[in-house]
Nanobody, 125 residues
Framework: QVQLVESGGGSVQAGGSLRLSCAAS????????MGWFRQAPGKEHEFVGC????????YYADYVKGRFTISRDIAKNTVYLQMNSLKPEDTAVYYC??????????????????WGQGTQVTVSS
């Protein structure tokens, strides 16, 4: 059974940093794309970025380019979201997701096959 477990969320002041982790288990993810999404209260799931598990290539939403970085540790089966220069508008629940490789840089929630439970990030001004 596939499991994605996020951790690392918390509260931080504007301008600060957080690193989220997503521990993946239950299958081989070598052909998968791992994505990060977020959801603020009353809003839809918003694509943050994704990384190909095999080659490590990344794709980001425009609003996080230069601030957020996605990486993966193959040995630990873990994907990371490093968030710098955080803003109050980055406040949301952040989710990790896995897609089986059939889409090219999947950017919508429904393109993914598995999702984690989410971790809260709160940025105060």
């Amino acid at each position: 059974q596939v499991q994605l477990v996020e951790s690392g969320g918390g509260s931080v002041q504007a301008g600060g940093s957080l690193r989220l982790s997503c521990a993946a288990s239950g299958r081989t993810f070598s052909n998968y794309t791992m994505g990060w999404f977020r959801q603020a209260p009353g809003k839809e799931h918003e694509f943050v970025g994704c990384i190909s598990w095999r080659g490590g290539s990344t794709y980001y939403a425009d609003y996080v380019k230069g601030r957020f970085t996605i990486s993966r540790d193959i040995a630990k089966n873990t994907v990371y979201l490093q968030m710098n220069s955080l803003k109050p508008e980055d406040t949301a629940v952040y989710y990790c997701a896995a897609e089986d490789g059939s889409s090219w840089y999947p950017r919508t929630w429904n393109e993914y096959d598995y999702w984690g439970q989410g971790t809260q990030v709160t940025v105060s001004s």
